[in-house]
C-alpha cells in the first residue's frame, strides 16, 4: 500500500504562470487536507475535501486558489497567477474517516513550489 | 483562538544526552495530540499520536506526555544520536469531525557527535 502520493516533488513557476499540484491519497482514504508551510514557519491548514465536496476551506487565501479531489484520480490545488509569496512547501494528507479515536491523517513529501 | 506554541525553537546538544521539547496549546478541548518529524527538504513522519485520555505514549527511545489542564504536551528523546537531527513539530487535532491539525512552528534540533 503506496502512501500518500504527491507530484511534482519540485515546481518551479514564473509570476504570473499557474501551478497544479497533484496529490494522490492513500488507497482507501477519502478524506484529503492540504496544508502549505511558508519558510521557517509551521505547516498552516489550508482545506479539507472529501470526494466531490469541500469541507473546510478556512485556511485557503479568497483569491486565486483553488482545490478539488474528483471522484476520479488525485486531488488538486490550483495556484492561478501566482506571486513570489506563494513560493512554500505544499502538504497534502490523507485519511480514511473523518470520525473516531483510530484515525490518523497520513503525509505526503510536499511540493515545494518555487516562484521566480 | 486555537495557538500551538513550541519551545525551544533550536536546541543544539552532544550525542547521548536525554532531551525534552516542549509543547504548549491554548485550548485544552484537544482530541489528540501528535509528535512529528520534519528532516530538511522533506515531508513529516509521525513519531507518537496521544489521545485526549491517554497521559503518555512510548516508542523506542521517545515518551511523549500529555497534560490537557494545564495544555502542554513534552517529548522526551532518550539517549539522543546525531541521527535525530532534524525538526520536531507538535500537532493538535479539536476536532471528532475531522483530522484536521493545527501545528506548532517546531523545535529545530541537532545533535553533534
Not at chain 1, 518551479?12 to 496529490?23: M, S
Not at chain 2, 509543547?23 to 513529516?44: E, H, M, V
Not at chain 2, 497534560?67 to 539522543?80: C, F, H, M, Q, W
Request: glycine share 8%; hydrophobic share 35%; aromatic share 10%.
Amino acid at each position: 500500500n503506496a502512501g500518500v502520493m504527491q507530484n511534482p516533488r519540485h515546481l518551479v513557476r514564473r509570476r504570473g504562470q499557474e501551478a497544479r499540484l497533484r496529490c494522490s491519497p492513500m488507497k482507501g482514504h477519502s478524506h484529503v487536507y492540504w496544508y502549505r508551510q511558508l519558510p521557517e514557519e509551521g505547516l498552516k491548514f489550508m482545506v479539507y475535501l472529501q470526494k466531490e465536496n469541500i469541507i473546510d476551506e478556512s485556511g485557503m487565501p479568497k483569491e486565486r486558489f483553488s482545490a478539488e479531489f474528483p471522484k476520479e484520480g488525485p486531488s488538486i490545488l490550483r495556484i492561478q497567477q501566482v506571486v513570489r509569496g506563494d513560493s512554500a512547501a505544499y502538504f497534502c494528507a490523507s485519511s480514511l474517516t473523518d470520525r473516531g479515536r483510530d484515525t490518523e491523517a497520513f503525509f505526503g513529501q510536499g511540493t515545494r513550489l518555487t516562484v521566480v | 483562538k486555537q495557538e500551538v506554541t513550541q519551545i525551544p525553537a533550536a536546541l543544539s546538544v552532544p550525542e547521548g544526552e536525554n532531551l525534552v521539547l516542549n509543547c504548549s496549546f491554548t485550548d485544552s478541548a484537544i482530541y489528540n495530540l501528535q509528535w512529528f518529524r520534519q528532516d530538511p527538504g522533506k515531508g513529516l513522519t509521525s513519531l507518537l499520536l496521544i489521545q485526549s485520555s491517554q497521559r503518555e505514549q512510548t516508542s523506542g527511545r521517545l515518551n511523549a506526555s500529555l497534560d490537557k489542564s494545564s495544555g502542554r504536551s513534552t517529548l522526551y528523546i532518550a539517549a539522543s544520536q546525531p541521527g535525530d537531527s532534524a525538526t520536531y513539530l507538535c500537532a493538535v487535532r479539536y476536532g471528532y469531525n475531522t483530522d484536521k491539525l493545527i501545528f506548532g512552528t517546531g523545535t529545530r534540533l541537532q545533535v553533534f557527535p
